[in-house]
């Protein structure tokens, strides 16, 4: 195995340090980079229209990353989050028109007299200030204990919204189709229940889960689920309107005599897949790029736990499984999101800060995977020496500041000098870039 340490790129908040590294999988030789290292539990992630990376940390930050630059800006510190066990400031989803429509919804846990509750609120990003704002609360008082939790977010192609939410360790109440604990929800982005949800009036799209800790948008709407299982029965599957995923009664397939009658009786969709021991599967996203040709038409799944990356190939008309592979096995240690990116390079979240992890130096962080030998970035990066930023100059040259700290300076591209006399380009954001 090949390795190099190449470069540091330097963003306002956080230095990346760029190694890369190169492993293969599924056929496909694969470059693995650092894009942004030091992170407290990134949870969730995703990408605007301008190749942006959104993301959030546990203990309440929302960035924004420029996978190209490596440059974070920490935009917002929700300062009521209440962050213990598995809870915290969780999954993001930007508006599907954003930035057209300025909006990021997020859900957060908080303390309220004593006990934990979780909300999920939205978020008005203002460009001219470049800057978050808490605008509005579509859903609270959502039921939590430290752990089971949900909170996975996903648009739907009609602009609803789902959002998971997970029993807070109160099994029957997945059973409840009032409650909005233990189900998956959907509603409208002012937090409403949608007319044609299952039950008018109600939030509830399915019902009886445990803690569903991924969602993803396939091909014609078809939407999976990941979901921890308790010692048994991790979940991969299909997520259908209005049916019943069985917890607590049922775990993994129904295939037992009490699991069996709830089936039949409860309208019990199975998982298409089932794993014991359990990998606490997380963060599941659909492959339909083709930067990595082997991955295409699959589900990439993350897993805590185990930390793998896994492809899952879906039969295209029917549910059931067709293959599940492993491409990463505990290479990185804990792993809570992947993001499929435009350009079809594969961004995992590391979470070795979490409390169940063993934290490496640059943990927490986020991997980006691109191919070997197809990527611009990847062979500037690798042209460039390695060393020190000695300092900041405009694109003409001339020096604008010394050392490699980007805050405070005008939004604009600079060029950040190597000790080596190598110019690498780093954007400072007063707004979203195209490429
Ligand atoms: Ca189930
Ligand atoms: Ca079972």
């Not at 693995?32 to 290292?37: A, F, I």
């Not at 917002?76 to 213990?84: E, I």
């Not at 492809?311 to 295209?316: F, P």
């Amino acid at each position: 195995m090949r390795r190099n340490t190449i470069l540091a790129l330097v963003a306002c908040a956080t230095s990346a340090v760029w190694a890369a590294d190169t492993l293969s999988f599924a056929g496909d030789r694969t470059i693995e980079r650092d894009l942004v290292t030091g992170l407290q539990v990134p949870w969730g992630m995703e990408e605007d229209s301008a190749g942006q990376i959104w993301f959030t940390e546990r203990p309440g930050r929302v960035s924004r990353l420029d996978p190209v630059t490596g440059v974070r800006r920490v935009l917002l510190n929700l300062p009521d989050v209440y962050s213990t066990g598995e809870t915290g400031l969780l999954d993001l989803a930007l508006h599907p028109a954003f930035p057209k429509v300025p909006q990021i919804f997020t859900v957060y846990t908080y303390q309220s007299g004593g006990a934990i509750r979780e909300r999920l609120v939205r978020l008005d990003w203002e460009a001219a200030r470049d800057t978050l704002l808490p605008a509005d609360t579509l859903l609270d008082g959502v039921r939590g204990v430290s752990t089971h939790v949900g909170s996975r977010l996903l648009f739907l192609p009609d602009t609803t919204l789902l959002m998971s939410s997970g029993d807070f360790q109160n099994q029957p109440i997945a059973q409840d189709p009032r409650a909005v604990e233990g189900k998956i929800l959907r509603m409208t982005t002012a937090g409403a229940p949608p007319a044609d949800n299952p039950v008018p009036g109600f939030l509830a799209w399915t019902t009886g889960h445990r803690n569903v800790q991924g969602l993803a948008m396939g091909p014609a709407g078809r939407v999976f689920y990941s979901e921890h299982g308790p010692n048994n029965d991790d979940e991969f599957g299909v997520v259908r309107k209005g049916r019943n995923y069985g917890w607590p009664t049922v775990h993994g397939f129904c295939d037992d005599v009490v699991e069996d009658k709830f089936c039949l009786d409860s309208n019990v969709v199975e998982p298409l897949s089932a794993y014991t021991p359990t990998l606490a599967v997380a963060g599941i996203e659909w492959y339909g790029a083709d930067a990595f040709p082997s991955l295409k038409g699959r589900v990439l799944m993350v897993s805590l736990k185990a930390g793998q990356l896994r492809a899952l190939r879906v039969h295209a008309d029917k549910d059931s499984l067709l293959s599940d592979s492993i491409l990463v096995n505990n290479r990185w240690g804990r792993l809570r999101d992947v993001l499929v990116l435009a350009n079809g390079y594969i961004v995992v979240a590391v979470s070795n800060r979490d409390g169940r992890g063993t934290a490496g130096a640059v943990d927490d962080r986020l991997i980006l995977l691109s191919p070997a030998g197809s990527s611009k970035v990847s062979r500037r990066v690798q042209a460039t020496a390695a060393g020190r930023v000695l300092n900041v100059r405009n694109l003409g040259g001339r020096l604008v500041r010394a050392g490699s700290d980007l805050s405070g300076l005008p939004a604009s591209l600079y060029l950040l000098e190597f000790e080596s006399g190598t110019m690498v380009p780093a954007i400072q954001h007063g707004g979203l870039r195209k490429y």
